[in-house]
């Protein structure tokens, strides 16, 4: 399964057998805690060491490789960097974190490793890889970003290198690099420190170093294979009779000797003059595969037998080498006596295993020397063998006296020495009590061993799986309900044969593969099954009756693997399906037609691909030997065949048709490509091969093909930004929220099963259903939808002459209403519910039966035993499958509560609070685990690492925290092997212990510490991804309508759902044994309580439950993956990382979040100002380093984005990118070892510390009325660099997040990614820490720009549905804009004012400038700029009677003036006139408005004229116009006057207006304690057209007269 930015969890059921696994590789890490083992079949082990005993426990399979795993070394020299690198015999190369498996970077070069060698060169800050392997050269990778650095070629004779050690000689500053070459030249290379900068942050990296902005022009990696301009040469090289060396090493204690192993011999040369000092032959009947220096006269060897065979070195070497009397120098007196056997090595001990059977093929042998412990460093070999065994010898050290001994005794063959420690995986499954469980494991019994599963296919809009079996039967359960079974306690543990499963017999021999075409194409039909066998047969089965349709025999060996041609093929392909023999031949198989359309040969060799040109009407065949052959698919005649470069050309020309159109091709079998894996990594590899090959036609080709492939992912990405909502959404419904996926590391191996749940897409599916059962009406009274809201609010700022657009809308609503209406209609008059309880009853006594036989315990099957669909989610889908509504063809609505029910089952942090457990159990329906889970990560390409369950059988001395007594066995121990006993449980009064086998028991005690502890303990990225998703998911259900995974509750909600009460009535539902309507609600009440507390507990308390049970090694979750989801896709995941994150940084306190901000603040990208919205006034970033680094003394790692053009250095936005890299525990990140590396890390840092600022920054106003305890403390919790005396970082943050929304759309950063939302969202947030440094209104109308459209993309902002990149943006923007409202609504109103005042000169100057002002923000974004007026006057009224002629200017300018012709203001925008200090008059169509500084505001509305007068001293209290216009009255409490003002205007209306104060009276003062509140201090209520009465709060009235 793909990885993408989806939140996927895979849980593995590893079945009774371990995986084969054939060791070729071994590695053992220096703080011997972790080996590593990679095999033939390309998954790599990780096993857990203890130091001290040296036991080997197997702990995680990583699986990504394809190809066996040639080398493994380290790719740090820091001891808590726990990372290796891996390379295969493909070419790709991969690093691996060790502590939870996750792949961190992986590529694949031309290049094929056969040794790889980690070394700390001079210069660097961490190792490089020195690796020779098929090529000629020495290449010098970084271990962390996999990318070539440089290269050392040869001069002379240059061959492949085959064996090769980097060191550095004693008193010199160089490193010297050795190399042997196959045909026996030395090589000798010396490379500079100035080698050693290259690749390294500072040289390689930076973009723009110094004031030049110019990178350095050779040392760039900006290509995996890329090197610099100049090849290195050795520096001397020498001829030695030694052909096809295996092993090369310099002995450390002197430098002076070398050990070369050869196959054949093994020999010890001077490393002066390389002359040989002595040679070993290998033993009769084995080869020598490699050795090494125990100690300056020591030496291990090691042959293909596994054996070690020690020798001592004899005396008579140089004294310059032993450091012994000399002898062998060649003016010595005893050089040129006899040689005796004294000079030959003396073979003084053999390591080997006892009685063992001889190795199937070489093992994988390695020396290693461990930390020093009491005071001697211990020595080990260790031998990895075909079989899996791991065994380790302790080398002994034999003093000089204890040789002698030896030497003196005669014995036929030297002392063996048997291991210390031997251990397989298959040792490590037997030892499990009992054994790991498979996914049909209750298919077993006592009597019947389990047959072996070979091969499965999940089909999940059926939410079956189909397994085929060693026997050839086929078996197809429930997959939901079968993982129940093997993995939760319940109910389920007691039924005999549940769940029902359907057999199809047809084969006579092993099933190899299975096919399900209607998953890949739906034009196949959905009924239909594929399978192929051991007994050359391809049979065609019928799902719905089980029964076998057709048999095609038309191959004459083993079918291996079954395919679906691609779609655009003619129509009659379109019906077949394609299917491989192990005879060499393929065939397409009509399922129509039922007979073989086309037969395929005559292949010499096994196929390994096959590829289509389907408007060509061309199969292609590519078989082992490289040959290809080019069949027609209508006739079947051969075409032609092709072999070497030109059938290359041919398989790559297919690739690029897919690359067009993807044909998705796949089904079971062993995997042979199918032309899906299109990869830039190919054209790379046909240009080296053409380089190879000095062959320029193929080299052009080459090239184009890489720019068309580019070409077509740039398209493919524009595609996919610039996709419709309907797309979209159906891109979302292909993702289901369960997979099931058969994972075999051997062909012969039994299938193990990997559950991918897909969190987003389960929290889509369960919110989709939720919203399908809902009519418009009720969504609206939910406020999932607002559309009424929009409606009224848009109909305000928009013309109310009736013209065409609105008939035409009105039109199509009403039609679309009718329906609806007719309903209502039908109700209304049909008072006592007769026609609803018709349509209702039979559906409804359905209903009840069906629920009462399931409470029962019965299922409802169909007539060939298979469920039926009502009941359970995993019922065949009918002939008429395809008719029924489009909400409701994803997955029935059960299937997809059952999902839930097991992923939250087996993620809950079960035994941290035990009421919780309860709440959980009883009321929400979760079910406790019945053993460890496997869990697994996905990462980066597809490649993951899967928990094996021999880590989780830890001892559980420890008892896990709160289990009740031994453990309360009634709530949850139904085992499967005690269904019998049951009823004998607990009596007698003894403990229900008693009764159980003890294995039942441990296992039990062991799931509760897992559960309760060592489920956190795992990981910290197995620990983000698992909050999320428990955070997420609750969440999810809590906003749903009485959702629970209780069976009974279930059923009652479905019963309960809202057309079906409206319909009954409240009355009938109870008399027909329902439950009262207060019950429901207080129930529903109940329920959302306890998803609350569930995330409540792994948001907020888990670390502190988990502390509480003595764990010392929690795994907090990850802050930069929770940063990266920020804002992710699903609303549902985007809102529990932020809550997770907050949750996080707040446990952190403010020295956890000072580290994490001076970690993370060098890679914050900068820029000298904001930019402006068009790309003329672009910033151009500084180039060097955020200086809050460099004043808080951190490394200047010269992390600047590129000098000029201020465009966004982030990576260039594609979701695969958004790869979460592991983070190491401490908050410092490792530095950045690739370009595309570092700009992952400016994304982060720019979301990090934009959260970190905005939530915990320090207010920047400094508020009078905060006491001066408070102002300390707040001081003390902000960040330094977020606060007022030091607030680099805050104007660093802002201008990054200012970049981010106003940068226009480009390739590197387009209009509406995850990234733009952050900054959006953090802007919002945090305003009132970046407020200094922004500008506020290029802020508002950008964030105005991206609402403008708001009404027509967002549903609501409570809608949990996944929206359209574009509609998501718009849905933060206007969060955003809420958030700056409330936080400082005067910089939000005078803003807009400032715009509006802009917006009017511009309107009355629009002919002469030629501007088209109906395109403007302004314009655009009313309803908008109305709608948070609206939200500021409702919640913050006092703020706004400070701004009331700048807030009466704003609106005015939204709402539409012709709506204020007829009706008036109160009428119009009723939130206004809730101050006393705005009045209309509409006779004369004025509004005047009262301001705080005493000033009166007279607009016009007819001549859009604005007349401003000074009235009184103080702030106006009320004011009001006469009912005929004529006078207007204003008091002012303040200074006790009220005013009457008359407005004359010239003859006619000519002329301007003049307004001048007729009257004033004196008022009684009003009483103190109503001035509390100032906005509703008095009111001027007019009794006729010359009297005004004023009515204070107190409840006094006086009456003043014109």
């Known amino acids: 399964m793909a990885a993408s930015t989806n939140l996927v969890i895979p849980v593995v059921l590893w079945g009774k057998t371990a995986p084969t696994h054939c060791i070729s590789s071994i590695y053992l890490s220096r703080d011997q805690k972790n080996l590593v083992t990679g095999c033939y079949d390309g998954q790599i082990c990780l096993w857990q060491v203890d130091p001290e005993t040296l036991k080997m426990t197997p702990r995680c399979l990583l699986v990504g490789h394809t190809a066996p795993v040639l080398c493994l070394c380290k790719a740090s020299i820091l001891v808590d960097n726990n990372y290796i690198v891996s390379s295969s015999e493909s070419g790709e190369m991969c690093t691996w974190d060790l502590v939870d498996g996750k792949c961190r970077e992986a590529a694949k070069h031309p290049y094929v490793h056969t040794n790889m060698q980690a070394y700390h060169m001079a210069g660097t800050d961490d190792v490089r890889l020195f690796c020779n392997g098929y090529y000629a050269e020495v290449l010098i990778m970084d271990p962390f970003s996999l990318e070539l650095l440089f290269t050392l070629s040869s001069r002379v004779n240059p061959d492949w290198i085959s064996a090769l050690h980097v060191l550095r000689p004693a008193k010199r500053k160089d490193d010297v690099v050795?190399?042997?070459?196959?045909?026996?030249?030395?090589?000798?290379?010396?490379?500079?420190?100035?080698?050693?900068?290259?690749?390294?942050?500072?040289?390689?990296?930076?973009?723009?170093?110094?004031?030049?902005?110019?990178?350095?022009?050779?040392?760039?990696?900006?290509?995996?294979?890329?090197?610099?301009?100049?090849?290195?040469?050795?520096?001397?090289?020498?001829?030695?009779?030694?052909?096809?060396?295996?092993?090369?090493?310099?002995?450390?204690?002197?430098?002076?000797?070398?050990?070369?192993?050869?196959?054949?011999?093994?020999?010890?040369?001077?490393?002066?003059?390389?002359?040989?000092?002595?040679?070993?032959?290998?033993?009769?009947?084995?080869?020598?595969?490699?050795?090494?220096?125990?100690?300056?006269?020591?030496?291990?060897?090691?042959?293909?037998?596994?054996?070690?065979?020690?020798?001592?070195?004899?005396?008579?070497?140089?004294?310059?080498?032993?450091?012994?009397?000399?002898?062998?120098?060649?003016?010595?007196?005893?050089?040129?006596?006899?040689?005796?056997?004294?000079?030959?090595?003396?073979?003084?001990?053999?390591?080997?295993?006892?009685?063992?059977?001889?190795?199937?093929?070489?093992?994988?042998?390695?020396?290693?020397?461990?930390?020093?412990?009491?005071?001697?460093?211990?020595?080990?070999?260790?031998?990895?063998?075909?079989d899996g065994n791991v065994v380790l010898w302790n080398v002994p050290d034999v003093t000089d006296g204890q040789l002698a001994q030896i030497r003196q005794e005669e014995f036929v063959k030297p002392p063996g020495l048997p291991p210390n420690y031997?251990?397989?995986?298959?040792?490590?499954?037997?030892?499990?009590?009992?054994?790991?469980?498979?996914?049909?494991?209750?298919?077993?019994?006592?009597?019947?061993?389990?047959?072996?599963?070979?091969?499965?296919?999940?089909?999940?809009?059926?939410?079956?799986?189909?397994?085929?079996?060693?026997?050839?039967?086929?078996?197809?359960?429930?997959?939901?309900?079968?993982?129940?079974?093997?993995?939760?306690?319940?109910?389920?543990?007691?039924?005999?044969?549940?769940?029902?499963?359907?057999?199809?017999?047809?084969?006579?021999?092993?099933?190899?593969?299975?096919?399900?075409?209607?998953?890949?194409?739906?034009?196949?039909?959905?009924?239909?099954?594929?399978?192929?066998?051991?007994?050359?047969?391809?049979?065609?089965?019928?799902?719905?009756?089980?029964?076998?349709?057709?048999?095609?025999?038309?191959?004459?060996?083993?079918?291996?693997?079954?395919l679906v041609p691609p779609s655009d093929c003619s129509p009659r392909i379109q019906k077949c399906v394609c299917s491989v023999g192990s005879d060499h031949s393929v065939a397409l198989l009509g399922l129509t037609e039922r007979k073989c359309v086309v037969l395929a040969s005559r292949h010499l060799f096994p196929v390994v691909t096959i590829k289509w040109r389907p408007l060509d009407d061309f199969m292609v065949v590519g078989c082992s030997d490289g040959t290809v052959y080019v069949w027609q698919m209508e006739t079947g005649h051969l075409d032609r065949v092709l072999h070497g470069i030109s059938a290359e050309e041919v398989l790559c020309a297919c690739d690029d048709n897919v690359a067009g159109g993807g044909s998705g091709v796949g089904g079971g079998g062993s995997g042979i490509g199918s032309g899906g894996d299109m990869g830039l990594a190919n054209p790379a590899v046909h240009f080296f091969r053409g380089l190879r090959h000095r062959n320029l036609s193929a080299i052009r080709h080459a090239t184009q093909r890489g720019l068309h492939q580019l070409q077509q992912l740039h398209h493919e990405l524009e595609g996919e930004h610039g996709e419709s909502a309907e797309m979209a959404l159906l891109r979302k419904s292909r993702a289901f929220p369960l997979m099931v996926q058969g994972l075999r590391t051997n062909p012969?191996?039994?299938?193990?099963?990997?559950?991918?749940?897909?969190?987003?897409?389960?929290?889509?599916?369960?919110?989709?259903?939720?919203?399908?059962?809902?009519?418009?009406?009720?969504?609206?009274?939910?406020?999932?939808?607002?559309?009424?809201?929009?409606?009224?609010?848009?109909?305000?700022?928009?013309?109310?002459?009736?013209?065409?657009?609105?008939?035409?809308?009105?039109?199509?609503?009403?039609?679309?209403?009718?329906?609806?209406?007719?309903?209502?209609?039908?109700?209304?008059?049909?008072?006592?519910?007769?026609?609803?309880?018709m349509k209702e009853g039979a559906e409804n006594v359905q209903t009840k039966l069906q629920a009462r036989a399931e409470i029962v315990g019965f299922r409802p099957v169909g007539p060939d035993g298979s469920p039926r669909k009502g009941s359970d989610g995993s019922g065949i889908e009918g002939v008429d499958g395809g008719r029924k509504p489009r909400s409701l063809m994803l997955l029935e609505s059960n299937t997809t509560m059952e999902v839930a029910q097991v992923l939250l089952s087996l993620l809950h942090a079960w035994g941290m609070d035990q009421d919780l457990d309860r709440v959980c159990e009883s009321t929400l329906g979760l079910l406790r685990p019945l053993l460890p889970v496997s869990f697994g990560l996905l990462s980066k390409g597809g490649y993951m690492s899967l928990l094996l369950p021999t880590a989780l059988s830890r001892d559980p001395n420890v008892q896990a925290i709160g289990a009740p007594?031994?453990?309360?066995?009634?709530?949850?121990?139904?085992?499967?092997?005690?269904?019998?006993?049951?009823?004998?449980?607990?009596?007698?009064?003894?403990?229900?212990?008693?009764?159980?086998?003890?294995?039942?028991?441990?296992?039990?005690?062991?799931?509760?510490?897992?559960?309760?502890?060592?489920?956190?303990?795992?990981?910290?990225?197995?620990?983000?991804?698992?909050?999320?998703?428990?955070?997420?998911?609750?969440?999810?259900?809590?906003?749903?309508?009485?959702?629970?995974?209780?069976?009974?509750?279930?059923?009652?909600?479905?019963?309960?759902?809202?057309?079906?009460?409206?319909?009954?009535?409240?009355?009938?539902?109870?008399?027909?044994?329902?439950?009262?309507?207060?019950?429901?609600?207080?129930?529903?009440?109940?329920?959302?309580?306890?998803?609350?507390?569930?995330?409540?507990?792994?948001?907020?308390?888990?670390?502190?439950?988990?502390?509480?049970?003595?764990?010392?090694?929690?795994?907090?979750?990850?802050?930069?993956?929770?940063?990266?989801?920020?804002?992710?896709?699903?609303?549902?995941?985007?809102?529990a990382a932020q809550a997770l994150l907050l949750a996080e940084l707040g446990r952190m306190g403010p020295k956890g979040r000072k580290a994490l901000v001076d970690s993370w603040a060098p890679y914050l990208p900068l820029y000298s100002e904001a930019p402006g919205q068009s790309a003329s006034s672009s910033s151009t970033p500084s180039s060097g380093m955020a200086s809050s680094a460099s004043m808080q003394g951190q490394p200047q790692s010269g992390m600047a984005p590129q000098a000029g053009g201020g465009e966004w250095t982030g990576q260039p936005h594609d979701e695969e990118e958004e790869e979460e890299e592991v983070g190491v525990e401490a908050y410092a990140p490792r530095k950045p070892s690739s370009l595309a590396e570092a700009k992952r890390r400016q994304t982060t840092a720019v979301v990090l510390l934009g959260v970190i600022g905005a939530e915990f920054g320090q207010d920047m106003e400094t508020n009078k009325r905060r006491s001066a305890e408070e102002e300390q403390r707040r001081k003390r919790g902000s960040i330094e660099g977020f606060g007022i005396g030091n607030n680099n970082l805050a104007r660093l943050t802002s201008l990054?997040?200012?970049?981010?929304?106003?940068?226009?759309?480009?390739?590197?950063?387009?209009?509406?990614?995850?990234?733009?939302?952050?900054?959006?969202?953090?802007?919002?947030?945090?305003?009132?820490?970046?407020?200094?440094?922004?500008?506020?209104?290029?802020?508002?109308?950008?964030?105005?720009?991206?609402?403008?459209?708001?009404?027509?993309?967002?549903?609501?902002?409570?809608?949990?549905?996944?929206?359209?990149?574009?509609?998501?943006?718009?849905?933060?923007?206007?969060?955003?804009?809420?958030?700056?409202?409330?936080?400082?609504?005067?910089?939000?109103?005078?803003?807009?004012?400032?715009?509006?005042?802009?917006?009017?000169?511009?309107?009355?100057?629009?002919?002469?400038?030629?501007?088209?002002?109906?395109?403007?923000?302004?314009?655009?974004?009313?309803?908008?700029?109305?709608?948070?007026?609206?939200?500021?006057?409702?919640?913050?009224?006092?703020?706004?009677?400070?701004?009331?002629?700048?807030?009466?200017?704003?609106?005015?300018?939204?709402?539409?003036?012709?709506?204020?012709?007829?009706?008036?203001?109160?009428?119009?925008?009723?939130?206004?006139?809730?101050?006393?200090?705005?009045?209309?008059?509409?006779?004369?169509?004025?509004?005047?408005?009262?301001?705080?500084?005493?000033?009166?505001?007279?607009?016009?509305?007819?001549?859009?004229?604005?007349?401003?007068?000074?009235?009184?001293?103080?702030?106006?209290?009320?004011?009001?116009?006469?009912?005929?216009?004529?006078?207007?009255?204003?008091?002012?409490?303040?200074?006790?006057?009220?005013s009457f003002w008359q407005t004359s205007t010239g003859m006619f209306g000519l002329g301007n207006s003049q307004t001048r104060c007729v009257k004033t009276y004196t008022t009684p003062p009003i009483a103190e304690i109503s001035s509390l509140n100032p906005i509703r201090l008095a009111r001027l209520v007019w009794i006729n057209n010359r009297t005004v009465s004023l009515l204070p709060t107190d409840g006094s009235e006086t009456r003043y007269n014109v």
């Open 178 to 386: 050795l190399a042997l070459t196959t045909t026996g030249t030395i090589k000798v290379w010396t490379l500079s420190s100035a080698l050693g900068a290259i690749g390294s942050m500072g040289d390689g990296l930076s973009t723009g170093k110094g004031s030049s902005g110019t990178a350095s022009p050779t040392h760039t990696p900006s290509s995996s294979l890329q090197s610099p301009t100049e090849p290195c040469y050795e520096n001397e090289s020498k001829q030695i009779r030694c052909l096809n060396a295996l092993m090369m090493t310099c002995c450390s204690c002197n430098q002076r000797t070398v050990l070369i192993v050869c196959s054949k011999y093994w020999q010890i040369f001077d490393a002066g003059d390389f002359s040989v000092l002595c040679s070993v032959m290998a033993p009769q009947s084995e080869r020598w595969m490699g050795g090494d220096f125990l100690s300056a006269d020591r030496v291990l060897v090691w042959s293909d037998e596994g054996k070690g065979y020690l020798y001592q070195l004899p005396a008579n070497l140089p004294f310059s080498v032993l450091g012994t009397t000399a002898n062998c120098i060649a003016d010595h007196k005893d050089f040129h006596t006899k040689a005796t056997d004294a000079d030959n090595p003396f073979l003084y001990c053999i390591l080997s295993v006892p009685s063992e059977k001889p190795l199937s093929c070489p093992p994988a042998v390695e020396y290693f020397v461990g930390p020093a412990r009491h005071g001697k460093s211990s020595k080990y070999l260790l031998r990895g063998d075909s």
């Open 422 to 562: 031997t251990t397989s995986l298959t040792k490590a499954w037997a030892e499990m009590k009992p054994s790991p469980v498979g996914i049909l494991d209750q298919l077993d019994t006592p009597e019947v061993p389990g047959v072996k599963l070979t091969a499965s296919i999940f089909l999940p809009q059926q939410g079956r799986l189909v397994c085929g079996r060693e026997d050839g039967s086929i078996v197809i359960v429930p997959a939901v309900q079968s993982i129940m079974l093997q993995l939760l306690h319940g109910r389920h543990q007691q039924y005999d044969d549940w769940p029902p499963h359907q057999l199809l017999l047809g084969h006579s021999g092993r099933v190899n593969c299975l096919l399900y075409p209607h998953n890949v194409h739906p034009h196949y039909e959905a009924s239909q099954l594929v399978s192929g066998g051991v007994d050359f047969a391809v049979c065609l089965w019928d799902l719905n009756t089980g029964s076998l349709l057709h048999r095609f025999c038309v191959h004459a060996g083993e079918v291996t693997q079954l």
């Open 965 to 1135: 007594g031994a453990f309360d066995m009634k709530a949850s121990c139904e085992s499967k092997s005690q269904v019998s006993k049951q009823k004998a449980w607990g009596m007698g009064g003894r403990p229900l212990e008693a009764d159980l086998p003890p294995e039942m028991v441990e296992l039990e005690k062991k799931t509760r510490a897992f559960t309760a502890r060592e489920h956190w303990e795992l990981s910290t990225t197995m620990t983000t991804n698992h909050l999320l998703a428990v955070v997420a998911l609750a969440n999810t259900l809590m906003s749903m309508n009485n959702a629970t995974f209780v069976p009974e509750q279930e059923r009652r909600r479905k019963l309960h759902r809202q057309s079906t009460r409206v319909a009954m009535g409240w009355a009938e539902t109870e008399a027909e044994g329902g439950e009262t309507e207060d019950a429901y609600t207080a129930r529903q009440a109940q329920i959302k309580q306890g998803w609350s507390l569930l995330a409540t507990l792994h948001c907020v308390l888990l670390p502190e439950k988990v502390a509480a049970t003595g764990s010392r090694s929690f795994k907090r979750p990850q802050v930069e993956m929770m940063a990266r989801r920020w804002q992710d896709q699903c609303l549902e995941v985007r809102e």
């Open 748 to 837: 012969r191996d039994p299938e193990a099963h990997v559950l991918f749940f897909d969190i987003e897409a389960l929290a889509v599916q369960l919110l989709s259903e939720e919203y399908s059962t809902m009519s418009p009406g009720t969504l609206e009274a939910q406020g999932l939808i607002n559309q009424s809201v929009y409606n009224k609010v848009i109909a305000l700022t928009q013309s109310a002459s009736p013209d065409a657009h609105k008939k035409i809308a009105d039109f199509f609503g009403r039609v679309k209403d009718k329906a609806g209406d007719m309903e209502r209609i039908l109700k209304e008059k049909d008072r006592h519910g007769l026609i609803a309880k």
């Open 1296 to 1538: 990054a997040l200012t970049h981010l929304l106003l940068a226009p759309p480009s390739p590197r950063l387009p209009a509406h990614t995850p990234l733009r939302r952050a900054a959006i969202d953090l802007i919002g947030r945090g305003f009132t820490v970046w407020e200094p440094y922004l500008d506020v209104s290029k802020i508002l109308l950008a964030l105005l720009e991206l609402c403008s459209d708001s009404d027509r993309l967002v549903p609501s902002m409570t809608y949990g549905l996944p929206l359209t990149p574009a509609a998501d943006s718009c849905r933060t923007a206007r969060h955003a804009l809420t958030l700056i409202a409330t936080a400082r609504p005067a910089a939000f109103i005078t803003t807009m004012a400032r715009e509006v005042a802009r917006y009017n000169t511009l309107q009355q100057n629009a002919q002469t400038l030629n501007v088209n002002l109906s395109n403007s923000v302004l314009h655009r974004a009313k309803p908008e700029i109305l709608r948070g007026v609206e939200l500021l006057i409702d919640k913050m009224q006092s703020e706004m009677a400070d701004l009331l002629i700048e807030v009466v200017d704003i609106v005015l300018h939204c709402l539409d003036p012709g709506r204020l012709k007829t009706r008036g203001l109160a009428e119009v925008f009723p939130a206004i006139c809730r101050f006393n200090q705005v009045s209309h008059c509409p006779h004369t169509r004025r509004i005047a408005v009262g301001a705080k500084n005493g000033n009166l505001a007279i607009y016009e509305l007819r001549s859009s004229k604005c007349q401003l007068i000074t009235a009184h001293g103080t702030a106006n209290t009320a004011l009001s116009f006469s009912p005929d216009g004529k006078y207007l009255a204003s008091y002012a409490c303040g200074e006790n006057k009220l």
